[in-house]
């Protein structure tokens, strides 16, 4: 029996997953798809994914400035819980459809409002997760993964929930995709292998995925150089000593071509300078250009972004990368974090990056891999 299913995404990356499904598992199913405006360009997207007819349906999503409104106090939570109805009555109108299964990767106070929306047309519809990176899995950053007495609080704020009918979708799985299911201790849910796009039909998933981001592969086959990735502190508002190390890397890299890839939820650009290139489209993937082969002459560097390995884990798509999370000269405290102690241990076992623990150290591997462009990096 064909499937009513949506899928949520507020990254790019998200996007790509959600088509595997559609090209896999979720094939000869009806799949929407909600593209978020948290996502730089997302209005250009959403009209690509529309024209491509890849999706059955295709949903704008206007909810960063609701999401990422900073002003939190005791006063602005309860008005949020109480008139959250109201606040998001623009984005509940385009989610009216019945949906049987509905797949999630990050919950946001929209989310919770749309699930409510969706679980009132349909009681019985199954929600999922859907990994965007087995790291996120393994070391639950969300806190998506507990039991739902977990996220219905207690006293007050338990009661409030109840008499106010406040749903939250954490608690709530059906099941969870993920390539680290093997790993995964029993939860409440079942834990489920991440499809994966076959040989046969790469070429056509790369195919649109260009599509979606009117990718021209010949822009970027030229890439060389450094290509620094600027991570998520910034925007969230966390420590960073991004521009140092982008300092440093200008002092003793003045020979190379340097660029920085912005972050997609960076609204400001820190880094523009005679020296350093920024990169003008954030909204593209840097998986993306993994798949279409545009990283061959590049080094990526990065503290601990997933983009300098998440194409080796999924498409087995080599690219030459640094990473600074043991880096003891850029410490930063959110590094202490287990999500972060899990990437650097994977990626010291899989070999899918250097790992440096000083600035000379991290100078000399430059050095080293710019001298030798050809080099894989494993010596």
Known sequence: ????????????????????????ILEEDKVDISVSDILPGAEKIYKN?????AFNNVILCKEYEINYNKE??????????????KICQDIIKNFKKKYDELYVCDTFYTTNVIYEEL???????????????????????????????????AGMKYLLKKILGIKNINGKFFGAYTTAYKKMGKRY?????????????????IKILNSFWTFDKSDYMKLNGIIFIEESFFADGKPSCELEIMKDLVEFSSDNQIAVKL???TRKNRFDSKEVMVLENKSIPWELLALNNCLQNVITVCIASNAAFLAKLYWNVDQRSV?????????????????YRMISEICKEKKLAYLPKTKREFQSIIKNMTTNKNDGGWT
């Open 189 to 205: 849910f079942e834990w489920i292998d991440m499809p994966r796009i076959t040989k046969d039909k790469k070429e056509e998933y």
């Open 323 to 339: 990473m600074l999370i043991n880096c003891i000269d850029y410490y930063l405290p959110q590094l202490d974090d287990k999500y």
């Open 263 to 265: 972050h997609p939820r």
């Open 1 to 24: 029996m064909c499937k009513e299913c949506l899928f949520m995404c507020n990254t790019s990356f998200q996007i790509m997953m959600a088509l595997e499904f559609k090209m896999t």
């Open 72 to 85: 939190y106090n005791q006063y602005t939570t309860l008005r949020k819980m109480l008139r959250r109805k």
């Open 49 to 53: 994914i529309k024209k491509s007819n």
């Open 119 to 153: 679980i009132r047309i349909n009681p019985d519809i199954k929600v999922f997760y859907y990994e965007e990176s087995p790291l996120v899995v393994m070391a639950d950053t969300g806190n998506h993964f507990k039991d739902s007495s977990f996220y219905q609080g």
